[in-house]
């Protein structure tokens, strides 16, 4: 990960977390290369909010140190340090901006009808999530409770069929495979975010595990969107990549049609070529494209203020599942094992439908970079039982 120069924070030994950058396989501090307050408290937000002019400068600073060796003495190894959340989440907004995972969805609980709602091509969907329950990766998962749909009664059944339904913990766990964007400084009240100031906001770029309790969300989902089936647990990568490190990655979006709205109009380089890879207990199950969103990062944001909402510091949006157009490309088991009824075949021979208590789910992606492809890092959680 040198040439992506990702930021952290981390923890040695009796000292508190404090910010750190990775260099090969080394953690520095960031107070061992820039003599400012901010660099030695406990997440990045302080660095984050000073704006993209200060970022540049650090980066390129860091990246004189990594050059010339001068790390050293200051860095820590990989292995000897703790890594926590890199930042203070504020608000969390989770999108649904793939085209192939939402006309999957629609296929696999409205067959027969339109596997998209009509304003799906006109913005962004998204709905905000919950930011206390956003965990580092690493943290395992609790197997949540709670409201499941009731059975179907038999056909012949005497009498009226129940609607009551049971509880208990989730039958359909699953991941989703996605990408998020952290904001580094914020906007005013009733001030929209345009497409053009995307990297003027956004600090950096990390992966993203949004659990879903698929039963959960099914039942209360009806009529409005995630709660419970989603709350529970949010998995994100203790590694933020800056805007800067992808200036190699940005390529031409999807094409959309029709033409969105003139404030989501979005011309010119605006999709990242990410590769991302999804294992169950180690064995590769998917490889989702990020290239092949139907909307863009800036897009989302641009949506996601265009009624004067504000954005702070450590607020975050993700981008939905990530999936692509053949069928190991799908981001999450709901599509690859088309909602339970095809299991999927693991390289060792196991079956999974949705995830069993003990499997551990890790995400990891890619991107090109000036010297070869460069790494996001990993996101990883295991499932425990409730």
């Known amino acids: 990960m040198t040439d992506a120069l990702p930021y952290c924070v981390f923890s040695d ?6 910010p750190g950058v990775r260099i090969g396989d080394s953690v520095l501090p960031l107070s061992a290369a820039v003599d400012d307050p901010v660099m030695a408290t406990a997440s990045l937000n302080g660095f984050m909010a000073q704006g993209r002019a200060r970022w540049a400068e650090v980066r390129a600073r860091i990246a004189d140190f990594a050059g010339a060796g001068r790390q050293l003495a ?3 190894p990989l292995s000897d340090v703790r890594l926590h959340l890199p930042f203070l989440v504020g608000d969390y907004v989770d999108f649904y901006a793939s085209e192939h995972h939402a ?6 609980f409205r067959p027969g009808a339109a596997p998209l709602t009509p304003n799906w091509k006109h913005m962004p969907i998204g709905y905000h999530g919950r930011s206390g329950t956003v965990v580092v990766s690493g943290t395992r998962v609790r197997r949540p409770n709670g409201q499941r749909k009731a059975k179907s009664e038999p056909a012949g059944t005497a009498g009226p069929a129940s609607t009551a339904p049971s509880f208990g913990p989730s039958r359909r766990m699953d991941f989703e495979a996605e990408v998020g964007f952290v904001i580094g400084t914020g906007s005013e009240l009733g001030t929209p975010v345009s497409v053009a100031d995307f990297a003027e906001h956004v600090f950096g770029v990390f992966l993203v595990n949004d659990w879903s309790a698929r039963d959960l969300q099914a039942w209360e989902s009806q009529p409005l969107g995630p709660f419970l089936g989603k709350s529970f647990a949010t998995s994100i990568s203790p590694w933020v990549v800056p805007l800067d490190a992808l200036s190699a990655a ?6 959309q049609d029709p033409p969105p709205l003139p404030y989501l109009a979005d011309p010119g380089k605006s999709g990242l070529e990410l590769a991302l890879e999804v294992r169950i207990n180690g064995q590769l199950v998917s490889s989702p494209p ?4 139907y909307w863009t990062p800036a897009q989302m944001l641009a949506h996601m203020t265009v009624n ?5 510091t450590g607020d975050f949006f993700a981008s939905g599942t990530v999936s692509g157009p053949e069928p190991g490309q799908r981001g999450c088991l709901l599509e690859l094992s088309w909602g339970g009824e ?3 075949v693991l390289p060792d021979g196991l079956e999974r439908t949705f995830l069993e208590d003990g499997d551990e789910v890790s995400i990891a992606a890619t991107a090109p970079g000036a010297g070869g ?12 039982a409730s």
Do not use: C, K, Q
Not at 13 to 18: E, K, L
Not at 103 to 108: D, K, L, P, W, Y
Not at 308 to 312: F, M, Q, V
Not at 373 to 384: A, I, K, Q, Y
């Open 13 to 18: 030994g009796d000292r508190p977390p404090r």
């Open 74 to 76: 200051a860095a820590r």
């Open 103 to 108: 006309s999957n969805v629609g296929r696999i």
């Open 250 to 255: 940005w390529t031409e979006p999807s094409p």
């Open 290 to 293: 990020f290239a092949s969103m």
């Open 308 to 312: 004067g909402a504000s954005i702070r």
């Open 342 to 344: 095809t299991p999927v």
């Open 373 to 384: 492809r460069l790494s996001l890092g990993e996101v990883t959680g295991r499932l425990v």
